[in-house]
């Protein structure tokens, strides 16, 4: 072989490279002519494109052409049949493309098959990003404290109340809101076309406090009316009932179209600033539903009290009713609002990205997005706030089959938080087997004891920690009914505060028994595993994948120097660029199976 390489000034992982590239095995190859022959073809290609022949055999793999397609046998048919040009005149095509695109195969083996050097600059900074999606999950889970709803809702005050508004709505749409509760919203509407014979005088509306200007312009032939309050329907109805004696039919015309303009600013303000947008509208905005304008804002609603109620009674409970529907309607609205912004300006600083083009690909679905669903990449982020483990429960005895429609995240290892039913009410039998999968944080340094108890003998469990040499820390069968596995000497762990711990709890045979995860520690009384923080793995997992996802979109736009509109554009009409679609790019490893190799190729 040394003979070989000199010859052909290959080196030997180089031939290694290329033989199991045409799917033979280096070590049984033998040294014939076909074999010198086909070594000799790699060589030279990747001499006159430059480049080393690790390159040129992952090129060809990305590519999805073949260079050394033979002749075909007959006349071509077609031009796909022209192999020569079809296949090699094509790839180096392509050579050359992604040599002016600036990107180096190494970059497009990462960016398509999510394969990397483990030593190179695409290496995955596990330690870092566990520890950014625990400051996201930690500055969220804050923000939720802060601004957590109250024991009473309705008694909060309206001083409290509105300093929350402001945190999440602009301060002209808060200040409006609050005086619209306050019945102090003033509403001008004006009525065209009136004629200085036909206009309105404030003093024939001097009775109501609620018209509070009416103004006529000779020149513009313009009425104006000012109202204070909402009104409504009925209210209208009560004030043309009053005044229209009084008013010419002409009057009585622009009386009517003024109070319809007021009642229609109110409603208008209400469906733009404060009413919820249709699941799926980007951005989100509103937090009220539309049956919630009449309990807000109209004096005459129907609280059901009883007869006997006194006015100042009534007043009481509707002012109570308002700002407890309100609290309880904006208090989730201001957290998500405020963890989606403490997310979007961590991520954004962590990447170092151009703000517009990270929010805009971190919010918009239609640009990035995750499956399952198409769910933008923030969703993922702000989801690492969550709380419990992620639990799968069998009929088999060893985790085999397919796992019971039950819930899929629960407050803590305990098999007995398993659903009775599955969503549609059908009955789920008892676990036969389970599995726990998560993160878990201790609030202080020291010693940590994990028991697992089985009710049943016959069953057995294992609990494994990532973090540990030997990952697996128990297992054993249950020799009688109630075994706690754990119990032994050595059998602790040292755990630190602010590191999540990867761990995973397989409980199998049963028999119908249940099995539990207990913790204990030095401050801690030993009782159920939701004493410390516990995460989901499936929600880490999630946000891991939309930060890949995320580097890998900004790393392409940037290197091809696309801004955020151009990116926006490109992506939106995907089908005049190729169908090019960046959510498919690899968060995994591919594999090199021919299905995966044509997706990649596609990509």
């Given at each position: 072989?040394?003979?070989?390489?000199?010859?052909?000034?290959?080196?030997?992982?180089?031939?290694?490279?290329?033989?199991?590239?045409?799917?033979?095995?280096?070590?049984?190859?033998?040294?014939?002519?076909?074999?010198?022959?086909?070594?000799?073809?790699?060589?030279?290609?990747a001499?006159?494109?430059?480049r080393?022949?690790?390159e040129?055999?992952?090129?060809?793999r990305?590519?999805?052409?073949?260079?050394?397609?033979p002749?075909?046998?007959?006349?071509?048919?077609?031009?796909?049949?022209?192999?020569?040009?079809?296949?090699?005149?094509?790839?180096?095509?392509?050579?050359?493309?992604?040599?002016?695109?600036?990107?180096?195969?190494?970059?497009?083996?990462?960016?398509?098959?999510h394969?990397?050097?483990?030593?190179g600059?695409?290496?995955?900074?596990?330690?870092?990003?566990?520890?950014?999606?625990?400051?996201?999950?930690?500055g969220?889970?804050?923000?939720?404290?802060?601004?957590?709803a109250?024991?009473?809702?309705?008694?909060?005050?309206?001083?409290?109340?509105?300093?929350?508004?402001?945190?999440?709505?602009?301060?002209?749409?808060a200040?409006?809101?609050?005086?619209?509760?306050?019945?102090?919203?003033?509403?001008?509407?004006?009525a065209?076309?009136?004629?200085?014979?036909?206009?309105l005088n404030?003093?024939?509306?001097?009775?109501?406090?609620?018209?509070?200007?009416?103004?006529?312009?000779?020149?513009?032939?313009?009425?104006?009316?000012?109202?204070?309050?909402?009104?409504?329907?009925?209210?209208?109805?009560a004030?043309?009932?009053?005044?229209?004696?009084?008013?010419?039919?002409?009057?009585?015309?622009?009386?009517?179209?003024?109070?319809?303009?007021?009642?229609?600013?109110?409603?208008a303000?209400?469906?733009?600033?404060?009413?919820?947008?249709?699941?799926?509208?980007?951005?989100a905005?509103?937090?009220l539903?539309?049956?919630?304008?009449?309990?807000?804002f109209?004096?005459?609603?129907?609280?059901?009290?009883?007869?006997?109620?006194?006015?100042?009674e009534?007043?009481?409970?509707?002012?109570?009713r308002r700002?407890?529907?309100?609290?309880?309607?904006?208090?989730?609205?201001?957290?998500?609002?405020?963890?989606?912004?403490?997310?979007?300006?961590?991520?954004?600083?962590?990447?170092?990205?151009?703000p517009?083009?990270?929010e805009?690909?971190?919010?918009d679905?239609?640009?990035?997005?995750?499956?399952?669903?198409?769910?933008?990449l923030l969703?993922?982020?702000?989801?690492?706030?969550?709380?419990?483990?992620?639990?799968?429960?069998?009929?088999?005895?060893?985790?085999?089959?397919?796992a019971?429609?039950?819930?899929?995240?629960?407050?803590?290892a305990?098999?007995?938080?398993?659903?009775?039913?599955?969503?549609?009410?059908n009955?789920?039998?008892?676990?036969?087997?389970?599995?726990?999968?998560?993160?878990?944080?201790?609030?202080?340094?020291?010693?940590?004891?994990?028991?697992?108890?089985?009710?049943?003998?016959g069953?057995a469990?294992?609990?494994?920690?990532?973090?540990?040499?030997?990952?697996?820390?128990?297992?054993?069968?249950?020799?009688?009914?109630?075994?706690?596995?754990?119990?032994?000497p050595?059998?602790?762990?040292?755990?630190?505060?602010?590191?999540?711990?990867?761990?995973?709890?397989?409980?199998?045979?049963?028999?119908?028994?249940?099995?539990r995860?207990?913790?204990?520690?030095?401050?801690?009384?030993?009782?159920?595993?939701?004493?410390?923080?516990?995460?989901?793995?499936?929600?880490l997992?999630?946000?891991?994948?939309?930060l890949?996802?995320?580097?890998?979109?900004?790393m392409?736009?940037?290197?091809?120097?696309?801004?955020?509109?151009?990116?926006?554009?490109?992506?939106?009409?995907?089908?005049?660029?190729?169908?090019?679609?960046?959510s498919?790019?690899?968060?995994?490893?591919?594999?090199?199976?021919?299905?995966?190799?044509?997706?990649?190729?596609?990509?």
């Amino acid at each position: 072989r040394a003979a070989l390489q000199g010859a052909l000034g290959l080196t030997a992982a180089e031939i290694d490279l290329i033989l199991r590239d045409a799917g033979h095995d280096p070590a049984t190859a033998l040294l014939t002519l076909a074999n010198a022959s086909l070594l000799y073809r790699y060589g030279l290609l990747a001499k006159g494109l430059k480049r080393p022949v690790g390159e040129l055999i992952a090129l060809k793999r990305l590519s999805g052409l073949d260079p050394f397609a033979p002749l075909s046998a007959n006349p071509p048919a077609t031009l796909a049949d022209d192999h020569p040009f079809s296949q090699t005149l094509a790839f180096v095509d392509v050579a050359e493309a992604v040599k002016e695109s600036g990107l180096s195969v190494a970059d497009l083996e990462y960016l398509l098959r999510h394969h990397f050097d483990p030593t190179g600059k695409h290496r995955p900074d596990t330690a870092g990003t566990l520890a950014l999606l625990k400051t996201l999950a930690d500055g969220s889970r804050a923000i939720q404290a802060e601004h957590a709803a109250p024991d009473a809702p309705g008694l909060l005050s309206d001083e409290a109340l509105g300093q929350k508004l402001g945190l999440a709505l602009p301060a002209d749409v808060a200040q409006r809101l609050l005086a619209m509760l306050s019945d102090t919203a003033e509403f001008p509407a004006v009525a065209p076309g009136v004629a200085e014979g036909d206009a309105l005088n404030l003093a024939t509306f001097a009775a109501p406090p609620a018209i509070v200007e009416v103004r006529h312009n000779a020149a513009r032939q313009e009425q104006k009316l000012t109202y204070r309050g909402v009104l409504f329907a009925a209210g209208q109805t009560a004030l043309e009932g009053q005044y229209n004696p009084a008013l010419s039919p002409a009057q009585r015309t622009a009386f009517a179209a003024l109070l319809t303009g007021v009642r229609e600013q109110a409603r208008a303000f209400f469906d733009k600033h404060l009413q919820k947008q249709a699941p799926g509208v980007t951005p989100a905005y509103g937090f009220l539903d539309a049956g919630d304008y009449d309990l807000l804002f109209d004096p005459a609603f129907d609280l059901g009290l009883p007869p006997a109620a006194t006015p100042e009674e009534v007043a009481q409970e509707r002012a109570r009713r308002r700002r407890g529907r309100l609290t309880e309607a904006f208090l989730p609205f201001l957290r998500d609002r405020l963890a989606r912004q403490f997310v979007l300006q961590t991520v954004t600083a962590a990447t170092g990205a151009d703000p517009v083009l990270a929010e805009s690909l971190l919010t918009d679905a239609r640009l990035l997005a995750l499956p399952p669903g198409a769910r933008p990449l923030l969703d993922a982020l702000t989801a690492t706030a969550g709380r419990g483990l992620d639990a799968a429960f069998f009929d088999s005895a060893d985790l085999s089959g397919a796992a019971q429609a039950a819930t899929p995240v629960v407050a803590t290892a305990d098999t007995a938080l398993k659903d009775a039913q599955d969503p549609d009410g059908n009955p789920l039998a008892p676990a036969g087997s389970a599995r726990f999968q998560g993160y878990l944080e201790v609030p202080a340094a020291g010693a940590y004891r994990c028991h697992v108890v089985l009710d049943k003998a016959g069953a057995a469990a294992e609990l494994r920690f990532d973090h540990l040499p030997e990952p697996v820390f128990l297992s054993g069968p249950a020799p009688a009914d109630g075994t706690v596995l754990g119990t032994g000497p050595a059998q602790f762990l040292e755990l630190k505060p602010g590191l999540p711990y990867r761990f995973t709890l397989a409980v199998t045979n049963l028999n119908g028994g249940g099995a539990r995860l207990l913790v204990q520690g030095e401050t801690l009384p030993r009782d159920r595993l939701s004493q410390l923080a516990l995460t989901p793995l499936s929600a880490l997992q999630a946000a891991e994948s939309a930060l890949t996802l995320l580097s890998k979109a900004l790393m392409l736009l940037q290197e091809l120097g696309l801004s955020e509109r151009e990116a926006r554009y490109l992506l939106t009409h995907a089908a005049d660029f190729g169908n090019v679609n960046l959510s498919e790019l690899p968060t995994a490893p591919v594999g090199d199976t021919p299905a995966e190799q044509a997706a990649a190729a596609a990509r």
